[in-house]
């Protein structure tokens, strides 16, 4: 079944509330462009880390340990 999706790699998250926002970017040399933003309830926002939690863990118990992305470079967090 094919999958049609959008291409993002880092993401910002924010509290506004009653809410969170996750917002995931497409970097590039002139800055970074919002590709789409996630608006969820608190309660559904932990349902999805205990989902991505597990899923990381089965992950790196079959393909090993997964080393931590490095920092955005400030002068790409600039929004389009």
Not at 20 to 43: E, H
């Amino acid at each position: 079944m094919p999958q049609d999706g959008d291409n993002a790699r880092p993401a910002a998250n924010t509290t506004g509330g009653p809410e969170f926002i996750i917002d995931w970017l497409m970097t590039a040399p002139n800055g970074s462009a919002l590709v789409s933003r996630i608006i969820v309830s608190p309660g559904h926002f932990k349902r999805v880390l205990a989902a991505l939690a597990d899923n990381l863990r089965k992950y790196e118990h079959q393909f090993g340990e997964i080393a931590p992305a490095g920092a955005l470079d400030p002068g790409q967090q600039n929004f389009h």
